[in-house]
Structure formats: structure tokens, C-alpha cells
């Protein structure tokens, strides 16, 4: 009988261990969970420590922590250390938190939208789907070959380097440039 549980058991994580597996991505040198929400998984990315300091510094960590869900365009830190010397630092002083929060929620879509989803959109826009951000503005979606890029409003783009890193709360979508509203 015990030998039989032992196998049972077995056989069970090894069922269940394939579908946990493939839905836990890699950012950053860190495993991003489902389980978890945006925050709790983004604080362990080495590559987004720029991100969450710039969160913490606007107030939006309990909004992230929300039931959203939320489809965030999560920059790396290459992709703010790209925007003029001193940029980040100004942001991130508390007289600039107005400015720094439209920014962040500019990264941010209300609903949970997935890359397949993504793409949906573009090819039933004829190329281009438009995305309302939780700041008011608008990104432009659109296909380079198979790569999703975004265009802001001033025209920057930036393309999804890693897709669909699943949340509680909504999916991250890795980006390598920040988006900037007018």
C-alpha cells in the first residue's frame, strides 16, 4: 500500500509540474509566477529594479497589487538608462511624481491582454490596433515580421522582448524603451 501511494503521488506532480512549469517565465534572472500579482513578481526581476523604484515613487504599488487585471508594458532598465542623462533621477524626485505617474500608467492597459490577443487586434485593425492606456492616451500596436512593437504618441517605438509573463492580477509584456505620452 505505501508503495502504492508513493507512486501515486509521483505520477501526480509530474502531471501537475509541466503545466506550472510552462506557465512561470524567466525575467530578469528571476522566475516570474502566476500565482503572483505584478508587484510581488516584478520586484525580482534584476532587470526592472529601475521600474519598481519608479513605482514606488509615484504610489502606485497597492493600484499594481490590485485585482486589476492589468496588461503592463514593463521597460528593463537598459530601456530607461536609453532616455536623456538625468531623466530618471528628475522623475523621481517627489515634485515630479504627477508627471512620473502618467508615465508609468502610460505602460498600462486595463484588461488582461495576451500576445495572441495582441496580434488578434493589429490583424482585425489591418496592421494597426490602437490601446487606451490607463493615463487617457493611446499606443499603437503593430507586427514587424512576428515582433509586436509599440508607438507612442511622440512616435517612439519599442518592441515586446518578452511576451505573456502571466500574473494574478493581469501579464507583463517586457519592452526595451520606455513609451512617453504628449
Known amino acids: 500500500m505505501k508503495k502504492f501511494l508513493i507512486v501515486a503521488f509521483a505520477l501526480a506532480a509530474i502531471a501537475i509540474a509541466p503545466k506550472t512549469y510552462a506557465q512561470t517565465k524567466m525575467v530578469g534572472g528571476a522566475a516570474m509566477y502566476p500565482t503572483k500579482d505584478i508587484i510581488d513578481n516584478a520586484v525580482n526581476s534584476k532587470d526592472h529594479t529601475t521600474l519598481v523604484a519608479a513605482v514606488k515613487a509615484a504610489g502606485l504599488v497597492e493600484t499594481l497589487k490590485g485585482a486589476g487585471p492589468f496588461t503592463v508594458f514593463a521597460p528593463t532598465n537598459e530601456a530607461f538608462a536609453k532616455l536623456p542623462a ?11 511624481k504627477a508627471t512620473l505617474t502618467k508615465i508609468l500608467t502610460y505602460h498600462v492597459v486595463a484588461g488582461r491582454l495576451s500576445a495572441a490577443d495582441l496580434v488578434a487586434k493589429i490583424k482585425e485593425g489591418n496592421g494597426k490596433a490602437t490601446l487606451k492606456t490607463v493615463s487617457g492616451g493611446t499606443l499603437t500596436a ?41
Not at 538625468?86 to 515630479?96: F, H, I, S, W
Open 142 to 182: 503593430m507586427l514587424k515580421g512576428k515582433k509586436v512593437y509599440l508607438v507612442d504618441e511622440k512616435g517612439g517605438e519599442s518592441w515586446v522582448t518578452i511576451a505573456d509573463v502571466n500574473q494574478s492580477n493581469g501579464v507583463i509584456h517586457v519592452v526595451n524603451a520606455v513609451l512617453l505620452p504628449n
Open 86 to 96: 538625468g531623466t530618471v533621477d528628475n522623475l523621481l524626485k517627489p515634485e515630479n
